[in-house]
């Protein structure tokens, strides 16, 4: 039976690994990563670089800007591991949400502490999976400006390294046939950067705690954008 999170230091809840019959499958995640590959390299270009910086084994948090709808998609096809994706429950919708499940993604209800999400997702770095995550919560500018609070209470909850992810290219231009995507095509480059610790040694999970590790994450993210602006000249 799937136990019910207390409440944390920081008003997070907190929760053991135990998962239930509906949580989030590996198999699925690996199905998942089979069909992106086959549909961005389809589709699109893809230029991954540095994906040799994510962790082989163990739990990780890929943490990706988001201003386009394939930006998630995208990763799923060109990370080295299968992913699972925080996804908001707005997109489980009719067909899409059977197989949103099926292909290991979790839905997350963004106006509120979603106790189910935060379970699935620990469990999915507790069990030494990859998570991935829009710390900006939203789609928008890309630019990592806005984090929530989210992305650190995992970091920090679990212990997983970060590795921060920019997707760019893929709002340059819209599509002629479909002018909500980009050409097709086109290239899009996926730049994975270094692995790095959220928290600051201590263990502490307190809001204050919190804070400072975003503060910390924010400006990694942040770095790692410009960065790869830099290096790919987008």
Do not use: C
């Not at 084994?57 to 995208?74: F, Q, S």
């Not at 991935?132 to 995992?154: K, Q, V």
């Not at 097709?184 to 270094?194: A, E, I, K, M, Y």
């Amino acid at each position: 039976m799937r136990r019910h999170p207390r409440r944390g230091e920081a008003g997070l809840p907190v929760t053991g690994a135990a998962q239930g019959p509906s949580s989030p499958s590996p198999r699925g995640a690996a199905v998942g990563r089979g069909i992106g590959i086959g549909l961005m390299y389809g589709l699109w270009k893809p230029r991954v670089l540095g994906a040799w910086r994510v962790p082989a084994a163990g739990p990780v948090i890929l943490a990706v800007n988001h201003a386009h709808n394939i930006d998630g998609p995208m990763l799923m096809g060109t990370a080295p591991r299968p992913v699972h994706f925080l996804i908001k429950k707005e997109a489980f919708v009719g067909p899409l949400d059977p197989f949103l499940r099926a292909i290991g993604q979790l839905k997350v209800d963004r106006t509120t502490v979603d106790r189910t999400a935060v379970t699935d997702a620990l469990g999915v770095l507790e069990s030494g999976g990859v998570l991935g995550i829009f710390p900006e919560g939203t789609r928008g500018e890309g630019d990592f400006a806005s984090l929530r609070a989210g992305l650190a209470y995992f970091a920090v909850r679990s212990g997983a390294p970060i590795v921060p992810v920019a997707v760019l290219g893929s709002t340059e231009r819209r599509g002629r046939l479909i002018s909500a995507l980009p050409p097709l095509r086109s290239r899009v480059d996926v730049v994975f950067g270094d692995p790095f610790e959220a928290g600051d040694g201590s263990g502490r999970r307190t809001r204050k705690a919190l804070d400072e590790a975003t503060v910390r994450i924010q400006g990694r993210l942040t770095a790692h954008l410009d960065e790869a602006r830099r290096f790919t000249g987008r």
